[in-house]
Nanobody, 127 residues
Framework: QVQLAESGGRLVQDGDSLRLSCAAA????????MGWFRQAPGKEREFVAV????????YYADSVKGRFTIFRDNAKRTVYLQMNSLKLEDAAVYYC????????????????????WGQGTQVTVSS
């Protein structure tokens, strides 16, 4: 069992930067691939970024590529999402997710591939 808790969401202006955090409790954190998803009003929850369990491989949705960075600190049992050059379309509730991964070569981009989810943190972007 893994419990995830996101934090860091707030109101920002377009063009601003923001860092989200996701703290994990329970389980062997270093054995989990970690992902970020987001859900805007009226839209389905969508994939944002994923990082493999060892933290040396990442993958991003096209919409955030080049602007967002996912990284993790296994010692702190925390995964982060650094968001730069925020746009209005980035506004959403951001969710952290964990998926047990058998090796460092595994990553996941679909909602149904994740076993554990946080409660979400709201990111609001205004012009």
């Amino acid at each position: 069992q893994v419990q995830l808790a996101e934090s860091g969401g707030r109101l920002v202006q377009d063009g601003d930067s923001l860092r989200l955090s996701c703290a994990a409790a329970g389980g062997a954190f270093s054995n989990y691939a970690m992902g970020w998803f987001r859900q805007a009003p009226g839209k389905e929850r969508e994939f944002v970024a994923v990082i493999n369990r060892s933290g040396d491989s990442t993958y991003y949705a096209d919409s955030v590529k080049g602007r967002f960075t996912i990284f993790r600190d296994n010692a702190k049992r925390t995964v982060y999402l650094q968001m730069n050059s925020l746009k209005l379309e980035d506004a959403a509730v951001y969710y952290c997710a964990a998926r047990l991964s058998p090796s460092s070569s595994n990553y996941y981009t679909a909602r149904w591939e994740y076993n554990y989810w946080g409660q979400g943190t709201q990111v609001t972007v205004s012009s």
